[in-house]
């Protein structure tokens, strides 16, 4: 988007009634199969995308919309499945005063038409263990370190879809995933996640509350510190891969302080959604 049209106001995007229909150069045309509300603030969106050529887990897509007089907004959005096939799902937290998410959480229906580029990034992205998928070739560039995931609120989406990709796999590597969300209510496929969790063998995983604690929960919702991310996260003695998502404040504080806990900086990969 050129400076002139990113200072347009937020309602010409969401207005977007038409999109168009024709895929242009790199783009595809995605048709919404479905929305529903993953939490109170967020939708998760399935599409079904025309040409799309699959995509590994943690990669991202571009959205464009196009309102009917021509102006465009494009944003990036993770997506939270991976593997061959045409089906793409999306999950989007709304911003109050942003100019695309509230249109896609609350306006987007079944049948509408959005365009798509990708898949995009090649760096944030984890595969299955090609040797424990029974291919004796890749035994020598095997990585069989842990994996520690790290999410911040919509940064969940990437890491769910590694760690549900680790799970269909059955990859043996261990996992475990710290994600921070304001409340219970707010814990993106939080069925999902129990379900990995509840299978040990796939996910560890460990929720901080920022604002609102279950029931009875262990300690009083708070951000997360540097105590706790050290006392959550896979010791930087066992050299995890490490992948953090979320809100650039919170990628960029939480990536320091695994360097200053020892994790080394080339082994910590990181997807940064913007806000501070
Ligand atoms: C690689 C990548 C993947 C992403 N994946 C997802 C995803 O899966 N789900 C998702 O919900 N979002 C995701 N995002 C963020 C998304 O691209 C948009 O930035 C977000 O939806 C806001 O767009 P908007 O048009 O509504 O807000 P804008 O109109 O762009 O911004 C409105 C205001 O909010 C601020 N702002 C922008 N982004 C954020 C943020 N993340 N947190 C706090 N404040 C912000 C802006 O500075 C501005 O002041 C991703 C971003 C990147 C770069």
Not at 36 to 56: H, K, Q
Not at 206 to 221: C, F, I, K, N, Q
Not at 251 to 259: F, K, N, P, Q, S
Request: a negative charge; charged letters at 20%.
């Amino acid at each position: 988007m050129s400076e002139a049209t990113a200072q347009t106001t937020a309602p010409a995007a969401a207005s977007a009634a038409a999109v168009l229909a024709v895929p242009r150069s790199g783009w595809h045309v995605a048709t919404v199969a479905s929305t529903r509300r993953e939490t109170p603030n967020a939708a998760r969106i399935e599409l079904e995308v025309d040409g799309w050529p699959g995509n590994a887990a943690g990669q991202h897509l571009d959205v464009r919309l196009t309102a009917p007089d021509g102006y465009t907004a494009t944003r990036s959005y993770s997506i939270a499945s991976s593997g061959t096939g045409t089906h793409v799902t999306l999950a989007v937290d709304k911003l109050p005063d942003g100019e695309v998410s509230p249109y896609l959480v609350d306006e987007v229906r079944a049948g509408d038409m959005l365009e798509v580029h990708g898949p995009l990034g090649a760096f944030f992205v984890w595969a299955p263990d090609a040797a424990a998928a029974g291919d004796p070739a890749a035994d020598a560039t095997r990585d069989t370190r842990p994996v520690q995931l790290i999410a911040g609120g919509s940064g969940v989406v990437p890491l769910f879809a590694m760690a549900a990709a680790h799970d269909a796999a059955e990859d043996p590597t261990p996992f475990r995933l710290l994600y921070s969300v304001r409340s219970p209510d707010d814990v993106y496929f939080a069925d999902a996640l129990r379900r990995l969790a509840a299978a040990s063998a796939s996910l560890q995983l460990d929720l901080v509350y920022t604002r609102r604690a279950p029931e009875g929960w262990p300690s009083p919702p708070a951000r997360i510190t540097r105590d706790v991310l050290e006392a959550a996260v896979i010791p930087a003695a066992e050299r995890p891969r490490v992948f953090v998502c979320g809100s650039t404040g919170f990628v960029e504080r939480v990536a320091d302080w695994l360097v200053e806990l020892g994790h080394d900086a080339r082994s910590i990969r990181t997807e940064r959604y913007g806000g501070t």
